[in-house]
């Protein structure tokens, strides 16, 4: 039944992920600018102009250019750099370590913090821990990716020099991810927080909690145990639909913390109109971001038995 599922949710993503590369591809090609005036310069020669816009197939019109493309994609051929010429396989199979373990570091961050203290704000309602974790809740939203990141690298980079400003990972190791996991999964573990504290809430007046209660469990037990497991489906639910979110924020964030990620060569493929770049990119995003909502819709059935498979 599982296996059957997934088999249809994936047959349902090849229409969306196609109609994902025919918006990004008809915006990318409605932006100003042009990548072979960004070539040649300002005042490029017309015919070597027409010679070099032939020579990439730009002087095709926009459905034979993405009939051209898609064909090559599948057949596992993204085309290759406008600029560089380098395979966008290359580029991207060479970039997507650096924003994985990003994107992956900062969901442990916010769910290490977020959930944690949600229950503890649901078990001590209206207390001063409960008070406290809301309002750290409301700055962590209101705090935009990029000031919390200028602010972490003056502390702790300038001033105080236990970590680096980022950087590759070859050059600083796992220690360069630290302060870009904690800029972009600071908001995310406060919404994650606000989320947890409201679906333990309502858990926890739940008749089987009380009852659980009552047979003398331990309050770790009927807490952690038995009020969680069911108060994280909606948080799990958050957590798929935000991966966009934190993929997103990653390009920003790369930015900031000179990471060169699939965030860093996706903006400057925009700002260069590098359009294979861009597609390749904008459709590796789209097929993470569809993975993790297939497994997040997996674990449905393994925290609630009452959820089924159709």
Do not use: C
């Not at 920003?252 to 060169?260: C, R, V």
């Amino acid at each position: 039944m599982v296996l059957r599922y997934i088999a249809r949710r994936l047959v349902m993503v090849v229409p969306v992920v196609i109609g994902v590369t025919v918006v990004v591809f008809t915006l990318i090609r409605l932006a100003p600018g042009d990548p072979v005036q960004a070539m040649l310069g300002e005042n490029p020669d017309p015919q070597v102009a027409v010679l070099r816009r032939r020579a990439l197939g730009l002087d095709q019109p926009l459905p034979v250019q993405y009939g051209i493309w898609l064909a090559r994609t599948l057949r596992g051929d993204l085309g290759r750099s406008l600029f560089t010429r380098e395979y966008v396989t290359t580029l991207i199979f060479d970039r997507a370590p650096t924003t994985i373990s990003l994107a992956g570091l900062s969901m442990l961050v916010a769910i290490g913090i977020g959930v944690p203290a949600g229950v503890l704000a649901a078990t001590r309602k209206d207390s001063w821990s409960d008070n406290l974790s809301r309002l750290l809740a409301m700055l962590g939203v209101s705090m935009p990716v990029f000031w919390l990141g200028l602010i972490l690298i003056i502390v702790f980079a300038l001033n105080l020099r236990l970590l680096p400003a980022g950087g590759s990972l070859d050059q600083n190791g796992p220690s360069a991810l630290v302060l870009p996991a904690i800029a972009l999964g600071a908001s995310f573990a406060a919404l994650i927080m606000r989320l947890t504290r409201s679906a333990m809430l309502e858990v926890l007046v739940q008749d089987y909690v009380r009852t659980a209660r009552a047979k003398g469990l331990h309050e770790y037990t009927v807490n952690y145990r038995h009020a969680l497991k069911a108060a994280l489906i909606p948080v799990i639910t958050v957590i798929g639909f935000q991966t966009g979110t934190l993929l997103g924020g990653a390009v920003l964030t790369e930015t900031i913390f000179a990471l060169p990620g699939l965030g860093r060569l996706l903006t400057s493929s925009i700002n260069a109109r590098d359009y294979p770049v861009i597609l390749g990119s904008v459709l590796a995003v789209a097929l993470v971001f569809v993975f993790v909502n297939l497994v997040v819709d997996v674990l449905y059935a393994l925290l609630d038995p009452r959820i089924k498979y159709q």
